[in-house]
């Protein structure tokens, strides 16, 4: 029989990047213990890749800008099928969020006059992402963190967690394992946390970390709680593309925000060739006038690269289609024609991106200050995941409560770029004053060992067939399937095959073997993940064979266009009685009058 | 397909042994991009940590050819291929596994220190302004990844294993960070010269020659903190000018009082 620790908290907080540890910092403050899993090191979480900024309307640099024109810029970017009041509650309290990291030592670069300063960026109509170069993701966990450890939180690093144990409809905690020595854990918890991150590892060009496997969406499947939106996966436009080693690599959207520009294999500038009628009054049409926009100039209109990501990505595998792809099946970002403009352009490419420089240095042996960079699109985000109260974020599930992007509902069909860390501060704080009330109004419920002692078993299973297959094999074999059948561009019939790709994959997942002890056994922890990356994988193709229609991150290529009918009903995926993946269609909650108001004020 | 042998260290605290694993190269590669090839394919359960493999989260640190290095941002192409890598784990930290060590007690060192307090906002609507120049320094100490390899390079640490005395390089950039930030009321001056260790520093700059985000780690951080230190205990004129105004301080507060 395995052994298990127990640990008692008020609130557990699983995840522990950005939405994580400000949810625990809240929680914390609130009076209750609080308990935080991290899957990896503290500090390590995959917030620390983010680059460009943090949204939020400030009004640093463009006093035109408030809550409203974020909150308008928000919905038109998700196609308004964003939940209103999370797009809401977001627009509004960004600011304080972002003022609050300063509070905590956060140090933003600056305007002349000495105040945070403010970004360019896609479907942003004034500059609004306060940033650190391009390494703001490091900059914000890196201040959680040095916040939070003197916050009286109890950090468990290197933990995974396999379920969320329950009691009735209740949450009242999670059995998990420490990766250095394989024992159990049962954490008991009054309100659970999940702020888990994303599912990039169920595709294969990604610029996501390999522990990004969709946990908290599968936990909360698994637990009962609704997942909805899952078709909007989303396909960064630019990724690196060579070498083939760091093929998906983010390449920040501030290259673009700084004055970068597309251009095909001819050498032309291909944005201009489309630009869709929501945002035609609102974008460039002539080159010098999008330079002007990108040097600050408020009279100007945004340059087309700074159109929505999903719009550009999909640009971009037109021109490859078509055959004005670069020699490595990309298209070129060039920042440095920016020469032509500027007489310190090396130096200013250099203080503005130096991630990028460094990155492409290093790895690409491109100095992205003289000579363009290859890129194309890779998987960067799920605007889907569980769904939750938009005032609480609670789920659907009593007691469980998501916050950052493994929660949906503030992105619709699609994120604009800096709304991702503006969320996590936002809705983790929310999560944690939540779920610190939900832990005082609530004692602790009963842990049912039997199913603990089940879990832990299955869980031990794969030590039993070590002649069973290589659970890195079944991994690989997913992501290529998502890859190539549910990617940017999808129909019924490759998404069907995938499904049934999926049941072999579901086949082989019970059948894989590890080699070793329980002492820090990747194989092992590879085996365990596949059952969340083949639930949210199942989970996405459900869902977008369902939306027959094109919208935002979903682009059907049998469904070319918006169908209105679609336009006001969100995909819900739940666990059916007899433990079956159920899709279905339900309404968008119908938006107040006063917020239909400020999106007419702002078309 | 080209190939190449990599000598990895494989055992635990118990003991261990370097094992030779033979895998396919092409352009581009890295360390890390052939280690997780021998993981998926070869060798399982082969302990290492790594998350973003683009130099941003600092977990992959090895010593490669006895170089303290990440394993995401060291290409085989600056390599000799003609003879096995060889990859070790960080020598400065107990091993836990393979490459895998126990670097926890970097997690303890840093609670200890005193942190971040701001002054009072300096607009109505709780607000603070700086100038860029006047942050330019602690931004470069903020570029840290804390992948820990100047504590890893660090002669008090690694060799003389001093981890109760000296919080080491990465902890001293981290309190250079605080206290030249313009915000920060806190000080920390006599925590350097005691609790912290700054003395045990020779300045031999190893620790700056492994970073990899080049920050200047002994150039800005270190020694102007060590000046610090000196200005506050060992000089006389600083000493008795500080007596004098402290005294002129307390007979001001008691006069208003």
Known sequence: MPEYNIFQYDVLIIGSGGAGLRAAIEASGAGVSVGMVCKCLLGKAHTVMAEGGIAAALANVDDRDNWKVHFADTMRGGQYVNNWRMAELHAKEAPARVRELEAWGAVFDRTVDGRILQRNFGGHKYPRLAHVGDRTGLEMIRTLQDHGIHQGIDVHMEICITDLLKNGPRVVGALGYDRERGHFKIFQAKAVVLATGGIGKAYKITSNSWDCTGDGHSLAYHAGAALIDMEYVQFHPTGMVWPPSVAGMLVTEGVRGEGGILTNADGKRFMFDFIPDNYKAQTADNEEEGWRYTQGDKNARRPPELLTRDHVARCIVREIKEGRGTPHGGVYLDISWIKKKLSNAEEHIKRKLPSMHHQFKTLGDIDITSEPMEVGPTTHYIMGGVHVDADTQMSDVPGLFAAGECAAGINGANRLGGNSLSDLIVFGKRAGEFAAKFAKENSHGKIDNEMVDRRAREALKPFENSQGENPYSVQRDLQEVMQHNVGIVRDESEMCSALDHLKTFWERCAHVGVTGNRDFNPGWHTALDLKNLLTVSEAITRAALERKESRGAQFREDYPEKDERLAKVNTVIRKGENGTMQVQLEPLPEMPEYLKEVIEENR | ?257
């Not at chain 2, 250079?176 to 005691?194: C, K, Q, S, V, Y």
């Open chain 2, 1 to 257: 397909m080209k190939t190449a042998v990599f000598k990895i260290w494989r055992g635990n605290a118990a003991g261990g042994e370097f094992r030779d694993y033979t895998t396919g190269i092409s352009e581009g590669m890295v360390v890390l991009d052939a280690v997780n090839h021998i993981q998926a394919t070869q060798a399982n359960d082969l302990a290492y940590r790594w998350n973003c493999k683009a130099g941003k989260c600092g977990s992959c640190s090895a010593e490669i050819n006895g170089m303290p290095k990440l394993m995401c941002m060291t290409r085989l192409s600056d390599l000799p291929l003609e003879k096995p890598v060889t990859v070790q784990p960080m020598k400065a930290f107990p091993l836990i596994k393979d490459l895998l060590t126990n670097v926890s007690w970097n997690y303890r060192v840093k609670k200890r220190i005193k942190e971040f307090k701001p002054r009072r906002p300096d607009a109505p609507d709780g607000t603070w302004r700086m100038q860029q120049e006047d942050i330019d320094r602690v931004q470069e100490f903020r570029k840290c990844i804390e992948c820990f390899l100047c504590q890893d390079v660090c002669h008090v640490l690694r060799d003389h294993q001093m981890h109760e005395k000296f919080i080491g390089p990465r902890f001293l950039i981290h309190v250079a960070a605080l206290e030249m930030h313009p915000l920060d009321t806190e000080d920390r001056i006599e925590e350097l010269r005691n609790a912290y260790g700054i003395g045990y520093c020779n300045i031999t700059k190893c620790c700056t020659k492994v970073c990899p985000e080049s920050i200047h780690i002994t150039d800005n951080g270190i020694i102007p903190l060590k000046e610090r230190v000196v200005d506050k205990f060992f000089d006389p004129f600083g000493w008795f000018w500080r007596r004098l105004k402290k005294k002129s301080d307390s007979d001001n507060v008691k006069r208003e009082s």
